[in-house]
């Protein structure tokens, strides 16, 4: 059977074949797992925990995505296809701001990681107290340009020299590509934005853009594939001259 191929305009994404039984085992996964909200028990060893997610109470449920990132990218692993791993992934992903943490940890490493989750910390917070969503606040701090510009910022737009991790990237990418494939086409746009970034940040801004365009078609006015599609069209990752 062929891989899937999902038509973007003159651009194919093609994504790997899945089996019907495993979309079916992941989308029965996904129901246990939403039915549990607002609780969530998700299944990683034990040293990809670390004490940020100890302090789940301060970060919320987006604290998860830290040891479910390192458990996808562990080399001592067998190599991840595990739906119960990717069912975790796709319920965590639907919340704000986790795809952004999810390509800079695989990018990065797990202390970008973590210095993205403190920094949403600090917006929830600001979201609380001035009553409004976490997207309406930071949309709010970038029209005065107030968001920090700390490293993860700028690590973010590419305004740095610090190079991606390239085998965490390429697993990385693996990963979320079979992930995509096996969930429902609904859920894509969160992961298709993570996947987006991580190929911008290798230089290969047609496929970043490709994902973009797919998750505007699945979800018109999706914030984050909105404003990366404005952002890669203007700006290449300064680590690339630097690896070149």
């Known amino acids: 059977m062929t891989d899937h191929d999902t038509l973007l305009g003159e651009t194919l994404i093609h994504l790997p074949f899945v089996s019907e039984e495993d979309?079916?085992?992941l989308a029965e996964l996904l129901l246990d797992l939403a039915a549990d909200l607002p609780e969530l028990g998700f299944v990683v060893p034990t040293r990809h925990i670390g004490s940020i997610v100890r302090r789940f109470e301060e970060y919320?449920?987006?604290?998860l995505v830290i040891p479910?990132?390192?458990?996808?990218?562990?080399?001592?692993?067998?190599?991840?296809?595990?739906?119960?791993?990717?069912?975790?992934?796709?319920?965590?992903?639907?919340?704000?701001?986790?795809?952004?943490t999810v390509a800079?940890?695989?990018a990065f490493g797990r202390g970008a990681g973590e210095e993205v989750l403190?920094?949403?910390?600090?917006?929830?917070?600001?979201?609380?107290?001035?009553?409004?969503?976490?997207?309406?606040?930071?949309?709010g701090l970038a029209r005065v340009d107030a968001i920090p510009k700390d490293r993860t910022y700028q690590l973010f737009r590419g305004e740095s020299v610090e190079i991606p991790d390239a085998e965490r990237v390429q697993r990385g990418i693996e990963f979320l590509r079979m992930t995509v494939a096996s969930m429902p086409e609904s859920f894509r746009p969160p992961l298709f934005g993570a996947l987006a970034w991580l190929h911008w940040a290798r230089g290969q801004r047609a496929i970043a853009m490709a994902y973009l365009a797919d998750a505007t078609r699945i979800e018109p006015g999706n914030i984050l594939a909105g404003g990366l599609s404005v952002f890669f069209r203007s700006m290449t990752p300064d680590w690339l001259e630097v690896a070149l």
């Not at 458990?71 to 952004?100: C, G, H, K, W, Y």
């Not at 910390?121 to 969503?133: D, H, K, L, Q, T």
């Open 104 to 106: 800079m940890q695989i």
């Open 60 to 63: 919320g449920p987006t604290a």
């Open 23 to 25: 979309s079916n085992e």
């Open 68 to 100: 479910v990132v390192e458990t996808i990218l562990d080399a001592e692993l067998p190599r991840p296809t595990d739906v119960e791993l990717r069912a975790q992934l796709i319920l965590i992903s639907e919340f704000a701001t986790v795809p952004e």
């Open 118 to 139: 403190r920094k949403q910390g600090r917006f929830i917070e600001g979201a609380r107290r001035e009553g409004v969503s976490l997207d309406e606040y930071v949309l």
